[in-house]
């Protein structure tokens, strides 16, 4: 990532300082996410900068994602499901993960809906800020799939098993204040992007390594890095069920 700004047709990159913004950005459609983001989200990740700090993940326009483009369940994709899903599965976790292994802070930057792949986007960061506004769901039972992406692990860590269980099989919303009344949410605000900058400027006077080791510790330690594998190989099953075994 060589330049202060990077830009392309689904996602913004904007680096000031030792801060840089990731945005996704396809407003026009609640900012729907496809496989090909995910891709630019794990690339994006992968290369950036070490002087950089901070990652705020936000959506441009009214939501932060609606998660998964339905226009993507077509085609070429359904094609790859059948024949060979788990690279295809593989490639979509890295550009969930990736967020939690790189050393920057990240924080997600939330207003109106965060959606199944958005709410798991979210949950992919350290720290989450929310509008009043900010709706969040696990939606991917109606499409007869299970979340994929990372998120099942971080919600347990945060709602316990039964919370967890619920609002994935049924896919109710999460308002704001009960996101951050049950440890999902770590700040609603009036003005999130202020809240944002106010926590930056917070940690940023901290040791950077003390910053970066504190993340390290705490990821190792918490179940969701144990989440990815066993999300994986239940999605392999209800793809199957789906489509029918894969041909390999």
Not at 135 to 161: H, K, Q
Not at 165 to 171: N, P, Q, S, V, Y
Request: net charge negative; with cysteine.
């Amino acid at each position: 990532m060589d330049a202060s700004s990077e830009e392309s047709t689904n996602i913004a990159v904007a680096i000031d300082g030792d801060c840089a913004t990731v945005s996704l950005a396809r407003p026009d459609v609640r900012n729907a996410q496809t496989p090909e983001m995910w891709d630019q989200l794990a690339d994006i990740g992968r290369s950036m900068p070490d002087d950089v700090r901070f990652v705020i993940l936000r959506g441009e326009g009214a939501d932060f994602s609606s998660g998964l483009d339905r226009n993507a369940l077509a085609g070429p994709m359904i094609e790859q499901l059948r024949e060979d899903p788990k690279p295809f599965i593989s490639a979509a976790q890295a550009g969930f993960a990736v967020w939690s292994n790189i050393p920057q802070v990240v924080i997600a930057q939330v207003q109106g809906n965060a959606i199944g792949a958005g709410f798991q986007l979210a949950l992919a960061s350290d720290v989450i800020v929310a509008a009043p506004n900010s709706r969040f769901a696990m939606r991917e039972t109606s499409l007869g799939l299970i979340p994929d992406l990372g998120g099942t692990g971080a919600l347990v860590d945060a709602l316990g098993y039964r919370r967890t269980f619920a609002l994935c099989a049924t896919g109710d919303f999460l308002s704001a204040d009960e996101a951050q009344r049950w440890g999902v949410v770590h700040r609603v605000a009036d003005d999130a992007s202020a809240a944002v900058a106010v926590l930056i400027e917070q940690l940023r006077g901290l040791d950077i390594g003390a910053l970066r080791d504190l993340k390290a510790v705490l990821r190792t330690v918490a179940r969701d890095q144990q989440s990815w594998e066993a999300e994986r190989n239940v999605q392999l099953r209800r793809l199957a069920a789906l489509f029918g075994p894969s041909s390999t």
